[in-house]
């Protein structure tokens, strides 16, 4: 397969969407009261966890040890929080947006290196979607949380994925570049922000069938009526 290792993300996209992925994870940390070092570890984490794992996949070595700027930015980021940590404890929705931004830029980002690098689409739609909830995940496990990717709650994955896939097709047809990334990433933000605030959630995978069984039991009473 034909790759292309030499062409790039832009390096101050990457920067913002980690220093945006640590803020989140930071002030999450804060508000569950860890200490400094704590803090700026879960911010790291948070900031760099998914953008490794999508290098690896990717047969990359990861830019977290090759460039500084990107560990710098997740410190600095965690520091912020720990600066603000009235404005981050007192506003819960603040916490909420800096998340969906973080999840809306890595997903975008990582989506884009898997195309730069020869990814084929569902390649590079899982790759998106692991990046996406790569330091959230990792988050969780080191705070002692259960992986809340993985369970019923506010939509993450399934933005993430919606995302990725708004990013993928318009490529496919030609669409602009930029109207493509803007699209992709106000779709996540959007979804993954408005779960928050509406408190939209998933569907337990044993409730499906139950919620489409009584949904065909309402149509058939529906109907039994009509006639």
Known sequence: MDTFPLLQVPLWIEVVAIAVGALAGAAGAVRQRFDLVGVLFVAVVMGLGGGVVRDVMLGLRPVAV????????????????V???????????????????ALGLFVVVGVEKAVL??????GALLIGVVAGIGGGVMRDMISGL?????????????AAALGAAL?????????????????????????????????????????????????????????????
């Open 66 to 81: 090759t460039n500084q700027a990107y560990v710098l930015a997740a410190l600095g980021a965690g520091l912020g929080a």
């Open 83 to 101: 600066v603000l940590l009235r404005v981050v404890t007192r506003f819960v929705r603040l916490f909420g947006l800096f998340d969906a931004l």
């Open 117 to 122: 690098n020869g990814a084929p689409f569902t």
């Open 146 to 158: 259960p992986v809340q990717v993985l369970r019923r709650g506010e939509w993450n994955a399934a």
């Open 167 to 227: 990013f993928l097709l318009p490529r496919e047809l030609g669409t602009p570049d930029l109207l493509r990334d803007l699209l992709a990433f106000a779709v996540i933000v959007l979804a993954r922000y408005a779960s928050l605030l509406f408190g939209w959630q998933t569907v337990e995978a044993g409730d499906l069938w139950g919620r489409l069984a009584r949904r065909r039991g309402l149509r058939s009473r529906g109907g039994g009526e009509d006639g």
